[in-house]
């Protein structure tokens, strides 16, 4: 499922291969946070696409301003991918919301729904269990930003390790 996705992923990340090793860690856990949910399928389409393309605007970021920072991601994500989804023919109203996600994903004020939830949700924890963020500021964030079940109780089975 979503090979022709991947391929995308795979070309836009080919100098970095553990963006693309990131990106199947954060679909692996939205998924799995989504089916645990029970998530109408609709939704977990956009949980789904919103994974894998949630940091796709991080080479144009770092190549225009140096940097790989959230805000930039926001600004190039979005472009990206439109073109990927629009190239694979998704349907407009699902396309929208993922390209909303993707130009959100690090603005946690900006959660609207459960779908974005739980791409946020997957991605700090993937990002805590990568050491991209610490354990402090991880428990912070499961306090302030975590509201789904799966996604607490994961967060703390990871502290608590």
């Known amino acids: 499922m979503y090979e022709a996705y991947w391929k995308r992923v795979g070309e836009i990340f080919a100098e970095d291969p553990g963006m693309v090793a990131h990106t199947e860690r954060v679909l692996a856990l939205a998924r799995h946070i989504a089916r645990e949910m029970a998530i109408p399928e609709r939704e977990q389409r956009i949980v789904e696409l919103s994974a894998l393309l949630h940091d796709v605007g991080i080479v144009a970021a770092q190549r225009k301003y140096g940097s790989r920072e959230g805000k930039y991601q926001h600004l190039e994500g979005p472009p990206v991918a439109r073109k ?9 109203e699902i396309a929208e919301r993922v ?7 690090h ?15 997957a991605d700090l924890l993937v990002n805590a269990k990568e050491g991209t963020v610490s354990r402090e500021d991880f428990a912070v964030l499961v306090d302030r930003v975590f509201i789904t079940p799966v996604g607490k109780r994961l967060a703390r089975e990871f502290l608590d390790a």
């Open 84 to 92: 990927i989804l629009e190239g694979m023919g998704e349907e407009r």
């Open 99 to 105: 390209l909303f996600i993707v130009g959100h994903h």
């Open 107 to 121: 603005d946690f004020s900006a959660i609207d729904g459960m779908d974005f939830q739980i791409l946020v949700e």
